[in-house]
């Protein structure tokens, strides 16, 4: 069954019920399945690498604390090995099965923080050699294939961020999340959701990067659409200056803004720049906070 299993998931249209049979089966069996699995991540076929990485996640969530001394030994060597996969899709997929490790099986990863954790963060950086410009008619645009990768990084810090947050190094942290606010749409929102979280975990980290995030925060609100821009990019361009314009004022909000230090002076500036050129975006956030709070 196994052996049938695992050549049947090499054709794309069985790859996603192979894994999830492949997974299972290493439940039932562990002392059998689970050094299968770890060989196999050194196959040739990409697909196969693939296959086992998302089989993985079921071994995280489908069992309970008994299967854990059967993972404990090659859990962490297993995501490191994801994690440095050649293939994008692949890498894709183990941060993914990263993110349901931290979730499902903390207290076998979190020890590891200190290995697992910069894979996930370099993932994080947008590579230039990953975007592509197509032609569409007359129109170029670019195509950035790293964007998918990237947003499955964020999500596993935000995981980790839930998890395992006292033993994550905040600043290399706090860089990457303080980056996202510039990326792409999806990003730009979960970064926001990060650091309206991070105001309370990491409060004086926050006060140290005022100056940055405004700087940050008035890029973002700055941006003008062109007169061509499409419905889609006007009601994403309002999503994320929404979402820009409710961290502003909880930052604004719990921190004092009496002080002279220069962080704070740049804060202030593009406070009052935002409550001027922003207003409506301003006090509707501030408005739907108010609401939240009754």
């Not at 996603?16 to 399945?33: K, M």
């Not at 076929?45 to 993972?71: E, K, N, Q, W």
Request: proline share 5%; charged share 25%; glycine share 4%.
């Amino acid at each position: 069954l196994w052996d049938g299993i695992i050549t049947a998931s090499q054709v794309e249209d069985n790859k996603v019920v192979g894994a999830e049979c492949i997974g299972r089966l290493a439940t039932i069996d562990p002392a059998a399945y689970l050094p299968q699995l770890q060989a196999y991540l050194s196959d040739s076929s990409p697909t196969v690498r693939g296959m086992v990485i998302s089989a993985l996640r079921y071994t995280f969530s489908d069992t309970d604390p008994s299967y854990d001394v059967y993972l404990q030994p090659s859990i962490v060597p297993m995501l490191t090995t994801m994690l440095n996969e050649e293939d994008l899709n692949n890498r894709r997929l183990a941060l993914t099965t990263f993110n349901s490790a931290a979730h499902n099986k903390p207290d076998l990863i979190l020890p590891h923080l200190d290995t697992l954790l910069p894979l996930a963060l370099k993932e994080t950086v947008i590579n230039a050699d990953l975007i592509r410009e197509v032609s569409m008619g007359p129109f170029k645009h670019k195509v950035d294939d790293g964007l998918e990768l990237r947003k499955s990084a964020y999500e596993t810090l935000y995981a980790l961020m839930e998890t395992a947050f006292a033993r994550i190094p905040i600043s290399a942290f706090y860089d990457r999340i303080q980056a996202g606010v510039g990326d792409e749409h999806e990003i730009k929102i979960l970064c926001c959701l990060m650091l309206t979280k991070l105001v309370t975990l990491a409060p004086e980290e926050t006060v140290r990067r005022l100056e940055g995030l405004a700087a940050s925060f008035r890029a973002v609100l700055a941006f003008k659409p062109k007169d061509t821009a499409v419905k889609q990019e006007l009601e994403k361009l309002g999503e994320h200056n929404k979402a820009i314009a409710k961290v502003s004022v909880i930052i604004n909000k719990t921190f004092p803004t009496e002080t002279t230090a220069e962080h704070a002076r740049a804060w202030n500036d593009y406070w009052e720049w935002a409550r001027k050129d922003m207003a409506s975006v301003v006090k509707n956030a501030e408005d739907e906070l108010k609401e939240k709070d009754r």
